[in-house]
């Protein structure tokens, strides 16, 4: 039973791949997992709109949490993509030089969102990577905000792009497995939207012409959304971990037999068979 859970929890768009993927699953258990996998998504499009869980979702703080995660990260990335080529003008380039320029700070975001597909894979907690990610973003973006020399600015900079773009697909990925209820995961992904569209907002505000041509106050203000995310994860961390302990303590059962999909799936990620990824 707690294998066949351990499928549950990891429910993706792949998840029918992974599910007959799974070798530590005998036959009978991998056939059980992947019933529960098609009923679950068998219910996603004829499913009714549900004001409980509604509620639900925004009053659960994770939901937040990720949202604020989400916003912090679109937040840096916003003022690269505006503030890039100005950034690297301000290091003492010339204004075509800089925009050519500007492409390299922008490959090293894209290739560390390629590799956040594959970091997952290698090792399954999302709040680590998000950690480890947020921390470096915070320490370049120091390094930027104190140093005088172009050339180690520049290259602070391209590392704090690499830092700070995994976040966001991370931050969708761990928000897709962990929450559960299709009306749920709609506000929650709603939630997540509408706050990475205030970063862009915010961000077109934080490189201040009077602050050129270190730009101190925006170094520092994305370097504190990175000290935010850092902290958000890891309560997102330290409460799951509970959470699923919390769980397993009561080995509660989902009793699917006497409740209807629709009863199922208003219980969102508090189904008692549901552990969290971390």
């Not at 597909?117 to 480890?132: A, E, G, H, T």
């Not at 370097?223 to 958000?232: E, K, L, P, R």
Request: aromatic share 12%; proline share 4%; with cysteine.
């Amino acid at each position: 039973m707690l294998r066949l859970k351990m499928v549950r929890s990891y429910e993706s768009p792949r998840s029918n791949i992974c599910a007959s993927a799974a070798h530590f699953l005998i036959e009978k258990e991998r056939t059980a997992a992947l019933e529960m996998l098609e009923a679950d998504r068998a219910l996603s499009p004829t499913a009714d709109y549900s004001t409980h869980q509604v509620l639900r979702a925004l009053s659960d703080w994770t939901v937040w949490g990720y949202a604020i995660i989400f916003w912090a990260a679109a937040t840096g990335g916003a003022t690269q993509a505006i503030f890039g080529p100005t950034l690297i003008a301000a290091m003492g380039y010339t204004s075509t030089r800089a925009q050519v320029l500007s492409a390299v700070p922008s490959a090293c975001g894209f290739a560390s969102q390629l590799l956040s597909m594959v970091l997952p894979r290698l090792y399954r907690r999302f709040s680590v990577w998000i950690m480890l990610f947020s921390a470096a973003a915070c320490a370049f973006y120091a390094v930027i905000a104190t140093v005088e020399d172009s050339h180690v600015r520049f290259a602070f900079l391209c590392l704090s792009n690499f830092a700070l773009s995994p976040n966001m697909p991370l931050v969708s990925l761990w928000m897709s497995n962990n929450v559960l209820g299709v009306t749920k995961k709609g506000v929650a992904s709603a939630c997540t939207v509408m706050l990475g569209g205030i970063a862009g907002l915010i961000g077109s505000h934080i490189y201040r012409d009077q602050d050129a041509p270190q730009y101190r106050f925006g170094h520092i203000f994305v370097c504190a959304c990175n000290a935010v995310i850092f902290v958000v994860a890891l309560a997102l961390n330290l409460y799951f971990r509970y959470e699923n302990r919390r769980r397993d303590r009561e080995d509660e059962s989902l009793d699917a037999a006497t409740l209807t999909p629709e009863q199922i799936d208003d219980l969102c990620d508090s189904r008692p068979d549901h552990r969290y990824t971390w």
